[in-house]
Protein backbone atom coordinates (compact mmCIF):
# COMPACT_ATOMS: atom_id res chain seq x y z
CA UNK A 1 0.00 0.00 0.00
CA UNK A 2 1.22 3.38 -1.27
CA UNK A 3 1.14 5.95 1.48
CA UNK A 4 2.73 9.21 1.20
CA UNK A 5 2.85 11.48 4.89
CA UNK A 6 3.69 15.03 4.78
CA UNK A 7 4.69 16.97 7.94
CA UNK A 8 6.85 20.19 9.14
CA UNK A 9 3.33 22.81 8.31
CA UNK A 10 2.74 25.22 10.98
CA UNK A 11 2.46 28.83 11.80
CA UNK A 12 5.24 31.03 10.91
CA UNK A 13 5.47 35.00 10.39
CA UNK A 14 6.41 36.67 6.89
CA UNK A 15 9.88 36.55 5.93
CA UNK A 16 10.28 33.04 7.99
CA UNK A 17 11.06 29.78 6.80
CA UNK A 18 9.21 26.32 6.96
CA UNK A 19 10.64 22.77 5.43
CA UNK A 20 8.43 20.35 4.46
CA UNK A 21 8.78 16.51 4.54
CA UNK A 22 6.88 13.95 2.53
CA UNK A 23 7.53 10.54 3.65
CA UNK A 24 6.77 7.73 1.37
CA UNK A 25 6.14 3.88 1.63
CA UNK A 26 5.07 1.66 -0.82
CA UNK A 27 7.39 3.40 -3.20
CA UNK A 28 10.63 4.19 -4.11
CA UNK A 29 11.51 8.46 -4.50
CA UNK A 30 14.11 7.08 -6.22
CA UNK A 31 12.80 6.47 -9.44
CA UNK A 32 9.83 8.25 -9.46
CA UNK A 33 9.39 12.02 -10.28
CA UNK A 34 8.23 13.86 -7.11
CA UNK A 35 6.17 16.84 -7.15
CA UNK A 36 4.74 19.77 -4.28
CA UNK A 37 1.12 21.57 -4.83
CA UNK A 38 -1.03 23.67 -2.17
CA UNK A 39 -4.53 24.38 -2.14
CA UNK A 40 -5.52 27.98 -0.25
CA UNK A 41 -8.74 28.45 1.09
CA UNK A 42 -11.28 28.97 -1.29
CA UNK A 43 -9.07 28.38 -4.63
CA UNK A 44 -8.34 25.85 -6.72
CA UNK A 45 -4.90 23.08 -6.02
CA UNK A 46 -2.37 24.80 -7.84
CA UNK A 47 1.37 23.46 -8.77
CA UNK A 48 4.32 24.46 -6.73
CA UNK A 49 7.29 22.43 -7.49
CA UNK A 50 8.58 19.32 -9.39
CA UNK A 51 11.57 17.29 -9.57
CA UNK A 52 12.09 14.59 -11.98
CA UNK A 53 13.53 11.56 -10.71
CA UNK A 54 16.40 10.37 -13.37
CA UNK A 55 17.70 13.67 -14.23
CA UNK A 56 16.92 15.59 -10.69
CA UNK A 57 15.40 18.22 -13.21
CA UNK A 58 13.33 20.82 -11.14
CA UNK A 59 10.73 23.41 -11.79
CA UNK A 60 9.13 25.95 -9.88
CA UNK A 61 6.11 27.95 -10.25
CA UNK A 62 6.59 31.64 -10.95
CA UNK A 63 5.53 32.48 -7.73
CA UNK A 64 8.22 30.39 -5.29
CA UNK A 65 11.06 30.83 -7.86
CA UNK A 66 13.84 31.52 -5.77
CA UNK A 67 12.51 30.83 -2.38
CA UNK A 68 11.43 27.44 -2.31
CA UNK A 69 13.29 23.93 -2.66
CA UNK A 70 12.22 20.91 -3.88
CA UNK A 71 14.83 17.91 -3.21
CA UNK A 72 15.03 14.09 -2.18
CA UNK A 73 16.88 12.15 0.27
CA UNK A 74 16.59 8.53 -0.96
CA UNK A 75 17.86 7.21 1.84
CA UNK A 76 15.19 8.30 3.84
CA UNK A 77 12.64 7.84 0.73
CA UNK A 78 11.49 11.07 1.55
CA UNK A 79 11.01 14.40 -0.65
CA UNK A 80 11.03 18.15 0.60
CA UNK A 81 10.17 21.51 0.18
CA UNK A 82 12.54 24.04 1.73
CA UNK A 83 10.22 27.23 2.08
CA UNK A 84 12.36 30.12 2.41
CA UNK A 85 10.96 34.06 2.71
CA UNK A 86 7.61 33.28 3.45
CA UNK A 87 4.56 35.39 2.66
CA UNK A 88 1.08 34.94 3.94
CA UNK A 89 0.29 34.65 0.14
CA UNK A 90 1.77 31.12 0.64
CA UNK A 91 -0.75 30.06 3.12
CA UNK A 92 -2.49 26.83 1.89
CA UNK A 93 -2.21 23.27 2.71
CA UNK A 94 0.23 21.60 0.86
CA UNK A 95 0.30 18.20 -0.92
CA UNK A 96 3.16 15.79 -1.90
CA UNK A 97 2.35 13.90 -4.99
CA UNK A 98 4.41 10.85 -6.94
CA UNK A 99 4.44 10.50 -10.41
CA UNK A 100 3.50 7.79 -12.89
CA UNK A 101 6.74 7.50 -13.93
CA UNK A 102 10.30 9.50 -13.21
CA UNK A 103 9.48 13.02 -15.46
CA UNK A 104 6.88 15.02 -13.96
CA UNK A 105 6.03 18.26 -14.79
CA UNK A 106 3.04 20.64 -13.21
CA UNK A 107 0.30 18.45 -14.09
CA UNK A 108 -2.06 16.74 -11.98
CA UNK A 109 -2.46 13.77 -14.51
CA UNK A 110 1.88 13.64 -14.13
CA UNK A 111 0.72 11.90 -10.22
CA UNK A 112 -1.02 8.96 -9.39
CA UNK A 113 -0.28 9.00 -5.42
CA UNK A 114 -1.15 12.14 -3.62
CA UNK A 115 -0.49 12.51 0.37
CA UNK A 116 -3.03 13.88 3.19
CA UNK A 117 -1.91 17.90 3.13
CA UNK A 118 0.15 19.80 5.96
CA UNK A 119 -1.20 23.34 6.83
CA UNK A 120 0.89 26.30 6.10
CA UNK A 121 -0.18 29.66 8.01
CA UNK A 122 2.13 32.52 7.27
CA UNK A 123 1.42 35.66 9.55
CA UNK A 124 2.02 39.04 8.03
Known amino acids: QVQLVESGGGLVQAGGSLRLSCAASGLRVSNRGMGWFRQAPGKEREFVAA????????YYADSVKGRFTISRDIAKNTAYLQMNSLKPEDTAVYYCAAGRGSYVRAYDSDYDYWGQGTQVTVSS
Open 51 to 58: ESSTTLYT
